[in-house]
């Protein structure tokens, strides 16, 4: 039986040119854009210089990072949307989408104009360019569930990327859509995820394993809590009463135990930084919930009034107990001296001695006379 080689980087990718469509006309803040400039994990400049071997060549066209401007800017867009692009097209959209059947005689967002004058909006630019994309994704909370925008009582009907084109969507590589939440997105989430579909698209990888929620399972398989560097005071039942203290802050209104996010051991930038690391409280940003299901935000959380006050007698017995074995090990051994006698309770064994030597005992030395 044989068996298919193994991919090579040096060999030439399934996909040797990929654009990147990325459209910021959702209802959004633009954070995730500035998000991302500054990954190191790779950069953004590393994807755009080839520095990485075996990607795809990548083509970014992103309003606020692009060169042309106007009808110049829009032509691949132009092309993409009636499926005449020249190359495979990733389509990234940032900011959540609003329902333009609520928009009256007006419209909650848009793109450029039509062929009429008369501006094109944001869900008609994702129901022509969506069926043609290579793959789609998300990018930030409002792109991947809404977001702030479509918090209850919104006008606009605002909506993720996910539940405008539907969970069931299926890209030309046969994608969902793929969702890297965040508020923003944490900076190198979202270009590894971007890295993985280059990857992917050059042959070199599987498809990209999603969780429920859709987002890359690697990055959201564990809870910020897992992962804090505060997480060994709320074993211990040790928790903050105020901002500044570097103990345990889900009094203070953190949704960290249950919020799936790697940002408390990923950091913000090269490592450093997140929300609780820096004493933030997490808000569950990463979240399908968010924001009304964890609303108000600097509450204790429901759930953290039970936990806490179960773990806060055990960890006073624990904290006690550990301070009682620290005492010990503060202090050197009695045998770290001076002394003549060797006093650890080493014995020399009997085939390390020397032949015609008599191995002595401990104490012996000491009996010595010079």
């Known amino acids: 039986m044989t068996t298919a080689p193994a991919p090579s980087l040096t060999a030439a990718p399934r996909i040797a040119e990929l654009d990147v469509l990325w459209i910021t006309a959702g209802l959004s803040c633009d954070g995730d854009s500035i998000s991302i400039t500054a990954a190191t994990q790779p950069s953004l400049e590393d994807l755009l210089l080839g520095a990485l071997p075996g990607i795809p060549k990548m083509r970014l066209h992103h309003p606020v990072l692009a060169v042309e401007n106007g009808e110049e800017f829009l032509k691949p867009f132009r092309a993409a949307a009636r499926g005449e692009h020249p190359r495979p097209f990733l389509l990234v959209?940032?900011?959540?989408?609003?329902?333009?059947?609520?928009?009256?005689?007006?419209?909650?967002?848009?793109?450029?104009?039509?062929?009429?004058?008369?501006?094109?909006t944001t869900c008609e630019w994702l129901d022509e360019l969506a069926p043609h994309a290579w793959g789609v994704v998300a990018a930030g909370t409002c792109a991947t569930y809404g977001g702030v925008h479509a918090m209850s009582g919104n006008p606009t009907g605002a909506m993720g990327l996910v539940d405008y084109l539907g969970w069931d969507f299926r890209s030309q590589a046969g994608l969902p859509v793929v969702c890297v939440p965040g508020c923003p997105v944490q900076p190198d989430n979202f270009m590894e995820t971007l890295l993985y579909l280059l990857y992917q698209a050059a042959g070199l990888s599987p498809m990209i394993p999603l969780d429920h929620a859709l987002r890359p399972r690697w990055l959201f398989s564990q809870t910020v809590h897992e992962g804090c560097d505060r997480g060994g005071y709320y074993e211990q039942g040790d928790f903050a009463a105020e901002y500044g203290s570097r103990k345990c802050i889900v009094k203070l209104g953190c949704w960290g135990p249950v919020v799936m996010c790697n940002v408390a051991r990923r950091g913000w930038i090269a490592g450093v930084g997140g929300c609780p690391n820096v004493g933030g409280i997490c808000i569950g940003c990463t979240m399908p919930g968010f924001p009304d299901k964890f609303m108000p935000f600097m509450d204790e959380p429901p759930g953290a009034k039970m936990s806490s006050a179960a773990v806060l007698m055990y960890g006073r017995t624990v904290r006690a107990l550990r301070n009682f074995t620290k005492s010990s090990l503060e202090k050197e051994p009695a045998w770290r001296s001076p002394g003549g006698a060797l006093?650890?309770?080493?014995?020399?064994?009997?085939?390390?001695?020397?032949?015609?030597?008599?191995?002595?005992?401990?104490?012996?030395?000491?009996?010595?006379?010079?």
Do not use: F, M
């Open 93 to 120: 959209v940032e900011g959540s989408i609003p329902n333009e059947k609520l928009n009256r005689e007006g419209y909650w967002a848009a793109l450029g104009t039509r062929d009429d004058g008369q501006p094109k």
């Open 343 to 370: 006093t650890t309770g080493y014995v020399r064994p009997a085939a390390a001695t020397p032949a015609g030597l008599d191995a002595k005992e401990p104490g012996d030395a000491a009996e010595e006379k010079p």
